[in-house]
């Protein structure tokens, strides 16, 4: 079940990032896709040093919630997935209903942030 918008806030995902191998693979690699739409690196918008109101205020709009929810919710499943945590069925909300027709087949990866 992945998560729509609304349920974003700074440094989600920080410790996996920064500890989990595959995490850390799965966000860089949307991160490259996303900067060549963006024009900005996703990681420096959902990773911050001071996780303050700014911070927070910056990844409410919907110009980076989005990408980023994408990007966190795909890096976790990626990782369940590494630990043999197969699921059978996928089901979100809003943005949540992209990471699982990616993780379906549906669309490719750079396919999803065209479309979303």
């Known amino acids: 079940?992945?998560?729509?918008?609304?349920?974003?806030?700074?440094?989600?995902?920080?410790?996996?990032?920064?500890?989990?191998?595959?995490?850390?693979?799965?966000?860089?690699?949307?991160?490259?896709?996303?900067?060549?739409?963006?024009?900005?690196?996703?990681?420096?918008?959902?990773?911050?040093?001071?996780?303050?109101?700014?911070a927070a205020q910056k990844l409410k709009n919907t110009r980076y919630a989005q990408p980023a929810i994408f990007t966190t919710s795909y890096a976790l499943a990626k990782l369940y997935m590494s630990w043999g945590i197969n699921p059978v069925a996928f089901a979100g909300h809003s943005v949540g209903e992209f990471v699982g027709a990616h993780l379906s087949g549906i669309f490719s990866l750079r396919d999803v942030f065209y479309i979303s």
């Open 1 to 54: 079940m992945f998560p729509g918008q609304g349920n974003q806030y700074p440094n989600m995902g920080r410790d996996l990032y920064d500890n989990e191998e595959v995490y850390r693979a799965a966000v860089d690699e949307c991160a490259e896709i996303l900067e060549q739409i963006m024009h900005e690196d996703i990681r420096d918008i959902i990773f911050v040093d001071d996780a303050d109101e700014v």
